[in-house]
């Protein structure tokens, strides 16, 4: 049934982060494979300048326009802790609204599946680790990302009601920490990896010392947005559940900031004075999340070695520099 | 305060002010706050009540119409109240919640409005309940927060509260877990407001709060038999089994403690509120833990008040809900340095009373109109 109709793909988010990796995946491995095109699949990477998905009339003209059969839903507001904690209404009620357009459209449309993105971060504050997909509502989330978080997590919510009452395919996935090209390497909003990559790049540039704020012993695990896009395929392809799956690298492959700024010191090839300032906080020492249910699921799968996917993501920035999102401060 | 009409007294009586205080600063505070007061008087509230002629917007119209003027649950004088049903417009739609706001330009809004049903309507219209149920709230607050209105109390509800739970509830343990699947929408919903109140206070400063009654009851409810919640339920089981000459079998053991607050009273606590209660955080509205009652002695009470006869019995083959879901109205008591519930006997005659006389207005059903 699918030969004589193939899909059409819609990424909402398209030019983001993880939406350029999928489309780098889709460009790069072998039609037909398991992470690749199938044969006369229309993939579309829509960004906000198609269409604002806050406003329902947008939303829909977007459905009208492509006709999608499949949704990778993974357009949000999302910013740095300032912003987050400032605009705790924007953050809540701008995603409320463009989850609440790309789903209702896609039950409008009885668009096939639906894929949103939630976050590891949403999970609750206090809970017993390491983190499940049986977890996520178990508890309030931190103060720190309140908005950005329930509105997340109704997208769980939503998803469950649009099964039970008209059986529509919408699931999600849930991200641990993502880094690799195309990032926002903000130095004021973004996350840690993009972060110290510009700073010491910054450094470098400056002959000035990289300074990595804490002690550099908190754990994280990093996925590498490369894989984390084949993962996207693969539910695309295969996972046809309700219920959220983790997307992460084992529990065993955490890294600790040190490591993380090793790296980029060495794949910048900084020279300069690096140090760590022990008199500013450390965020939480561990976070971990379980993707038990991903292994079993997929029968295992082969992620990016850290060192090797740290080493492209720098040099990605470093040839794009100019054309990379790199905020006010970054153009210097 | 309202503000300065350009063209109106109001302006040079500022300046009057303005020109005393520069001479005599001392006088400043005074002359502040007596100017306070006469413009808080001189512009008297104007309430909008959604879901106005439901029970619990019927309650509190009653509650308005009879108790003293300037008293403590009573209306303000050169107060305006709206009790605004769906006909007046449709919450689901934005423009039509503008228009509302626009047509009365409330200055609070007590808002009740949402779309509740039975046990089987909330299961098989999961995304119906949380759908309309979101749009709704968000399009009263949303437009509370443009029109800069001064004060909104939404409505959540006990019901909401997460299934697996230390009990007695209270007011900190609203998102501690996931709600129970039997009313999953119209909790998720109902859970966002307290959500929205605290981020529209954090990032704008409004003062947007919250209400969570336990279960209520009293003239004007939903007593269609598939529908209702327990008490207008047995009441019309009742009521019909006394027209028919039938037996009044209720189900389960009657054994389960619940608390029930009677509108009337309840609709003094939203007064309450409105007057005397300033806080983001929701406050529970409710009888005292003591103050629980079992549905035997819900049932016995309805017999009473129906002066039913006939064959009275309990099916025990029926399934029994949850033995107790004590909240606690500590807090409430403890802010309004206590309250006097209507005792429950008389509540509930008044109660039934009230279905009897009005039986062909009240809400029964398909199945009641036999």
Known sequence: ??????????????????????????????????????????????????????????????????????????????????KNMKYKMTFLRDNLLINDNVLEAAHEKNTQKVISCLSTCVFPDKVEYPLDETKIHTGPPHQSNFGYAHAKRLVDVQNHAYKEQYGHNFTSAIPTNVFGPHDNFDLEDSHVIPGLIHKCYLAKKNGTPFIVAGTGKPLRQFIFSYDLAKLFIWMLREYDDVEPVILSVGEDEEVSIKEVADAIVKAVDFKGDYTFDTTRADGQFRKPASNKKLLTLMGGFEFTPFPEALDLTVKWFVENYDKARTGAAGKA
């Open 1 to 82: 049934m699918s030969s004589p109709s193939p899909n059409v793909v819609l990424v909402t988010g398209g030019t983001g982060l993880v939406g350029q990796a999928i489309k780098h995946v889709i460009e790069t491995e072998p039609e037909g494979s398991r992470f690749g095109k199938q044969p006369g699949e229309k993939w579309i990477f829509a960004s906000s300048k198609e269409g604002d998905l806050r406003d329902p009339a947008q939303t829909r003209a977007l459905y009208e326009k492509y006709q999608p059969t499949h949704v990778i839903h993974l357009a949000a507001l999302v910013g740095g802790l300032f």
